[in-house]
């Protein structure tokens, strides 16, 4: 299996409807493991594939490299979230090994603010799995 292909993604690359309305954010499946898939869906035919990745995940190999990590860690530190595209789509990377509620709900307040939009016309729908 091939790695996939990660580049930094800007936060102002993304579409404009992020920061102009109501935005949800949606899992796939569920929260399971250190990648959740979902996507980010805002007015009639707005949707935008974002999925959230735990970035110390390391077994069976780690999930990025060191520098890259680094960098969300000192990201995460100051308030604010890593953009990447992974494979083309949009992924939020955060510290940690594996998702809970909570942190879903601060890794996407910090996309909001990252993406100029009010958190508070952001919403999360996390799936059962």
Known sequence: ???????????FDLPDWLGDGPVAWA??????GHL?????TGGADETLACDLLAVDQAYPAPVLDEATRTR????????QVLLL????????????TSWTSEEVLVALTRVARAVGADPARWSVRLGLS
């Open 72 to 79: 969300v860690h000192q990201s995460w530190r100051h308030g």
């Open 85 to 96: 595209s992974r494979d083309g789509r949009a992924t939020v990377a955060a510290p940690g």
């Open 1 to 11: 299996m091939t790695a996939p292909a990660i580049a930094d993604l800007d936060p």
């Open 27 to 32: 899992t796939d499946t569920g929260l399971g």
């Open 36 to 40: 959740v898939a979902g996507h980010l």
